[in-house]
């Protein structure tokens, strides 16, 4: 395990506030917004899902004093009893494989939902509320990792097609490649000039 996780893990079981928001710290960028590349970077093996398989109550603590501490921060009229905060750690577990979550996704969503980035009226909070409002998130999640995979596509095609064709072409078939496509060029330009 990477020692960010580590650490991180070892600040949420001691409820440390500070340790958690400078361990959490490599995965924004300098605006203070999440850093997508980074936290899709981090490796399958140290994501919620591996990490509730290994070992399901200690994760289970974990997302459970984290959201605790979240809770805790946003003085809520009617907030959630014990065992709702459990029920809700279990949900997030629970949901975690549909999108790959890594425990650092829950923490910088709790930070932006004890931040009022998703409204500031909360007089109580819910499972059903923090659910709609965690789904904003992986939504957010989601479209900025279809933006940088989009990106990746782009600049790979960008490349020379021997650059990237080489190892998987025949000669031949590299030439009907390149073929084909000033084909479309020339059928594109033509188009252009009509």
């Known amino acids: 395990m990477n020692p960010f996780k580590r650490n991180l893990i070892n600040a949420m079981e001691s409820s440390d506030r500070r340790a958690v928001n400078l361990e959490i710290s ?93 409204g500031s009226n909360y007089e109580s909070m819910d499972i059903p509320k923090f659910m709609s409002k965690f789904e904003e998130y992986r939504q957010e999640r989601h479209e900025s990792m279809m933006r940088i995979k989009e990106e990746q596509d782009a600049q790979y095609k960008a490349l020379p097609v021997n650059d990237r064709y080489s190892e998987i072409l025949s000669d031949g078939e590299k030439r009907k490649h390149r073929e084909a496509m000033i084909g479309e060029l020339v059928e594109k330009a033509t188009k252009d000039k009509e």
């Open 26 to 118: 490599i995965y924004k960028a300098p605006n203070g917004q999440e850093n997508f590349p980074a936290l899709l970077s981090i490796p399958t093996s140290e994501r919620l899902p591996a990490m509730a398989a290994q070992d399901l109550q200690r994760t289970d603590m974990i997302v459970t004093a984290g959201l605790t501490m979240a809770l805790e921060g946003m003085n809520l009229a009617r907030s959630m009893n014990a065992a709702q905060v459990m029920d809700l750690s279990s949900a997030i577990i629970d949901t975690a494989s549909e999108d790959n979550l890594a425990l650092e996704d829950v923490v910088l969503f709790l930070q932006k939902l004890v931040r009022g980035h998703y």
